[in-house]
Every structure is written in C-alpha cells, then in structure tokens.
Antibody, heavy 121, light 109 residues
Framework: QITLKESGPTLVKPTQTLTLTCTFS??????????VGWIRQPPGKALEWLALIYWNDDKRYSPSLKSRLTITKDTSKNQVVLTMTNMDPVDTATYYC?????????????WGQGTLVTVSS | QSALTQPRSVSGSPGQSVTISCTGT?????????VSWYQQHPGKAPKLMIY???KRPSGVPDRFSGSKSGNTASLTISGLQAEDEADYYC?????????FGGGTKLTVL
C-alpha cells in the first residue's frame, strides 16, 4: 500500500526559502522506474506541476520555476525534499507530493494529503 | 508552457452524460499519448481517474472514459451520479515536464 505525506512550515515570510519534505511508504526510490513529483494548488485555483525526481536521480523542473526549485531524495529515509527560494505571497498554495505511476508512466497515481503553505509577512 | 484549456464548468442531470474537453498543443496533448485526468472533491487530494488517454485505474467505474483527437483530449462521464460532482483536471506530459489544465467544475443538477 503506497502512502505519501507532506510536511513543512505552514507560514513563511516573503523572500524566505521554503523546504518541504515528502515521506512515503510502500515503494522505494531505489527501484528502477520510480519517480516522485511535487504539484501545488493556490486556494481556489488550478493544479500546477513543479518538479519530479526519478530513481536514478534524474530531475525535471517546471520551466517557469526552474531557477527557484531544487528537488532531492534520501532513499534511506524514503523521503523527497523540495526547496523553493525567494518565496512570494503568490506562492501561497497547498503543496502535494505524488507517486509517478511506474515505469514509462506519465501520470500520478498516489497523492499525499497536501500541506498548505502561506506566504505572508 | 501554458496551461491546458478546459471549460470552467459543465453540468448534467443524474443519469446523463457529460464531456469535458482539454485543449493543448502539439508539444503536449497532441505529441504524446500521456494524458491523465484527476477528480478532486473540495478539501481533498486529486484522484487519478484516467491515464494514458483512455486507461482506467483499478477501482474507477467504467462510466469514466477518455479519448483524444489531435491536440484535444476529452473525459466523458456517463450515467452521472451525485458523487461525480467535483473539479476535474487534465494533465499532459510535455517532454520532460508536465502541464495541467485550468480545471472544470462539474455540477450534477
């Protein structure tokens, strides 16, 4: 049974760096084909894909946010970490991590519950 | 990379069918058979309903179906039920990145 859970600060100040952790179970990021992504959703707005990391440490980023994002993994802890620099109030959103559907998959089949991050001074 | 275009809202009565469109470009929807659809109820995480344009994950009713023609993908829900009322998002692989649609609110009248 695959589960994911996001954790991190609920409130950050403008210009600060956000660090979010996705802790998962039911799969290993050392297994070929596995990937974990981050998706966010501002209140009342649409989903936006942010980043994804593969089992082989290959990383993909949203072109519009690439300069601000870093995604890493700690296979031994079953965790994926997303950092986003220079936070702004428009970055206020619920941040989700999700499991990529498998080898040669391009969908997200399991999602965490999400964590709401508010950017405000 | 722009968001995929979906209608803001659709509606239908119980038992009817509705179709939600998702329009992209040849760089995303039209270029790959990797369109997925997600259902999201208020305050909940998205749930995968369709992947690879038309495949259904285990447990998703066969009332949900997907298709694609050119740069436009579609999600059809037949035999509408009250619990289908939710927001629906399409998503396409875009060659080393992913792009979501703006979301469609489905109202069951």
């Amino acid at each position: 049974q695959i589960t994911l859970k996001e954790s991190g600060p609920t409130l950050v100040k403008p210009t600060q760096t956000l660090t979010l952790t996705c802790t998962f179970s039911g799969f290993s990021l050392s297994t070929s084909g596995v990937g974990v992504g981050w998706i966010r959703q501002p209140p009342g707005k649409a989903l936006e894909w942010l980043a994804l990391i593969y089992w082989n440490d290959d990383k993909r980023y949203s072109p519009s946010l690439k300069s601000r994002l870093t995604i890493t993994k700690d296979t031994s802890k079953n965790q994926v970490v997303l950092t986003m620099t220079n936070m702004d109030p428009v970055d206020t959103a619920t941040y989700y991590c999700a499991h990529r559907g498998g080898w040669v998959a391009a969908h997200f089949d399991y999602w965490g519950q999400g964590t709401l991050v508010t950017v405000s001074s | 990379q722009s968001a995929l275009t979906q209608p803001r809202s659709v509606s239908g009565s119980p038992g009817q069918s509705v179709t939600i469109s998702c329009t992209g470009t040849s760089s995303d929807v039209g270029g790959y058979n990797y369109v997925s659809w997600y259902q999201q109820h208020p305050g909940k995480a998205p749930k995968l309903m369709i992947y690879d344009v038309s495949k259904r994950p285990s447990g998703v009713p066969d009332r949900f179906s997907g298709s694609k023609s050119g740069n436009t993908a579609s999600l059809t829900i037949s035999g509408l039920q009250a619990e289908d009322e939710a927001d629906y998002y399409c998503c396409s692989y875009a060659g080393s990145s992913w792009v979501f649609g703006g979301g469609t609110k489905l109202t069951v009248l």
